[in-house]
């Protein structure tokens, strides 16, 4: 596995989670990264995304203010804090590493895929 995404789960409406996505065999300090999602029934979206130094980011509408992306390089890993959980955002979330480094972080080609990580938020 190249990307291993953790740290979802089963969390009330307003509570807060924090996702990991821990990159092993391919390098992706140099890329820029992204976190997806996909509620059942519905296509994948783009919940956010950060550039390959960590000092850009970029969100959906939807989750602006509430998400954080946020990257260590050092460990390989980038990680989503999530706060003031919504029932709708409910969904298996996706960490990606984006081919091409640019702004096009909704519609831009990802190489590489996380196997996803399930949370849920009750109402």
């Known amino acids: 596995v190249q990307l291993q995404a953790s740290g979802g789960g089963l969390v009330q409406a307003g509570g807060s989670l924090r996702l990991s996505c821990a990159a092993s065999r391919i390098v992706i300090s140099r890329f820029d990264m992204g976190w997806f999602r996909q509620a059942p029934g519905k296509e994948r979206e783009f919940v956010a995304g950060i550039n390959l130094s960590g000092d850009n980011t970029y969100y959906a509408d939807s989750v602006k203010g509430r998400f954080t992306i946020s990257r260590d390089n050092a460990k390989s890993t980038v990680y989503l804090q999530m706060n003031s959980l919504k029932a709708e955002d409910t969904g298996v979330y996706y960490c990606?590493?984006?081919?091409?480094?640019?702004?096009?972080?909704?519609?831009?080609?990802?190489?590489?895929w996380g196997q996803g990580t399930q949370v849920t938020v009750s109402s």
């Open positions: 990606a590493r984006k081919m091409f480094n640019s702004n096009d972080y909704a519609t831009g080609y990802y190489d590489y």
